[in-house]
């Protein structure tokens, strides 16, 4: 493997999955992916419940991917993750970062001794003769919260060499999809309990948005529903027409389907609509980007495009990436491929 490598680490409620880019002189390089999956109630919502099974999953995923270190930049997002845009004076960024957080308490539900900060600039502003500004995302989380996750991983043999965000790994991996310069586009990453949603204009984040839904919650309704099993309902949910299904259950998980799905991207175009509302005047969203593996939910951009009122595409995290010696035929890597913007993306963010 030339050049330098770098493996991102996402903890998700259904699984733990990593990425293993290397970096050189023609570009960037897919070399290791694997996933390993999780006992329900390992994980919560994004966060950490039994360290124990986390860490025994993390072990598997090693042995059996077969990373070449055990150095991983580690992505967090939950209900313990604020994420809000502020206006600081504008200094150099080591006077900025040792005075964080003095400056951003009043912005905090929580005290800022017990909050992990960072703060991402977006523009600088300012009257001439005035005191220059900075507008950008502040992120805050739970110390608490991130050192549990931090621990599980150290659980597993592995160090931790940075903890970033989730949904600017997804920004990451995919804000070079296509995208015109100027537009401004929503990247929507579904996961199994926890959606990402961030809005970009030129890779520049202008807004982010965690929600605790994701594609379990729609397995959820249908396995409820129909009684059956959840590996069956997620069949069911990607497939409508699943043989073995009599027609009365057919509808049956038609509306359960629908009902969990219209609920979903009511929360979706909710979070767009505060977006809209907060924008600078002639900022207007041109079109949303669907990753993780909710996206796999048949009808979910038809959808998202009816309540939107914008083209709806499925993102492509490897587009940009050349493919290596990863052990995974052709196909595997289309299966997995909706599920990587995640670790590929904390893994790139290692290259900063």
């Known amino acids: 493997?030339?050049?330098?490598?770098?493996?991102?680490?996402?903890?998700?409620?259904?699984?733990?999955?990593?990425?293993?880019?290397?970096?050189?002189?023609?570009?960037?390089?897919?070399?290791?992916?694997?996933?390993?999956?999780?006992?329900?109630?390992?994980?919560?919502?994004?966060?950490?419940?039994?360290?124990?099974?986390?860490?025994?999953?993390?072990?598997?995923?090693?042995?059996?991917?077969?990373?070449?270190?055990?150095?991983?930049?580690?992505?967090?997002?939950?209900?313990?993750?604020?994420?809000?845009?502020?206006?600081?004076?504008?200094?150099?960024?080591?006077?900025?970062?040792?005075?964080?957080?003095?400056?951003?308490?009043?912005?905090?539900?929580?005290?800022?001794?017990?909050?992990?900060?960072?703060?991402?600039?977006?523009e600088e502003y300012g009257e001439p003769g005035q005191q220059r500004m900075l507008r950008g995302l502040l992120v805050a989380a739970v110390r608490d919260m991130v050192l549990a996750n931090v621990q599980a991983v150290q659980r597993a043999g592995l160090r931790v060499a940075s903890v970033d965000l989730t949904p600017f790994a997804v920004l990451r991996s995919l804000s070079n999809n296509g995208a015109a310069e100027a537009d401004t586009v929503a990247l929507v990453d579904i996961g199994s309990r926890v959606t990402n949603i961030v809005v970009h204009q030129a890779g520049a984040p202008l807004f982010v948005r965690i929600l605790l839904m994701g594609g379990q919650d729609v397995t959820d309704a249908v396995s409820d529903t129909l009684g059956m099993t959840r590996s069956q309902a997620e069949a069911l949910k990607q497939s409508p027409g699943l043989s073995g299904i009599d027609h009365e259950q057919q509808l049956e998980a038609g509306r359960a389907l629908e009902s969990t799905a219209a609920s979903f991207v009511d929360e979706v175009r909710s979070s767009l609509d505060y977006f809209a509302s907060s924008a600078p005047v002639g900022t207007r969203l041109q079109r949303l980007v669907l990753s993780g593996g909710g996206s796999r939910l048949n009808g979910l951009a038809e959808r998202l495009e009816a309540a939107t009122r914008l083209p709806v595409t499925v993102g492509n995290p490897l587009s940009n990436l050349q493919i290596g010696r990863t052990g995974l035929s052709d196909d595997q890597i289309d299966f997995v491929q909706p599920l990587v913007a995640v670790p590929v993306g904390l893994a790139l963010g290692a290259d900063r």
């Open 1 to 122: 493997m030339a050049g330098r490598s770098a493996i991102g680490l996402d903890i998700g409620t259904s699984g733990v999955r990593a990425a293993e880019l290397s970096f050189g002189k023609h570009g960037v390089t897919l070399e290791k992916f694997g996933q390993v999956a999780l006992p329900e109630g390992a994980v919560r919502d994004g966060e950490v419940v039994d360290a124990n099974a986390v860490a025994h999953a993390l072990k598997q995923l090693w042995a059996h991917t077969g990373f070449s270190h055990k150095e991983v930049v580690l992505g967090v997002a939950n209900q313990r993750v604020i994420v809000r845009q502020v206006d600081l004076p504008a200094l150099p960024e080591k006077e900025l970062k040792a005075s964080l957080a003095f400056q951003v308490q009043d912005f905090l539900p929580m005290p800022v001794e017990q909050a992990v900060l960072d703060f991402h600039p977006v």
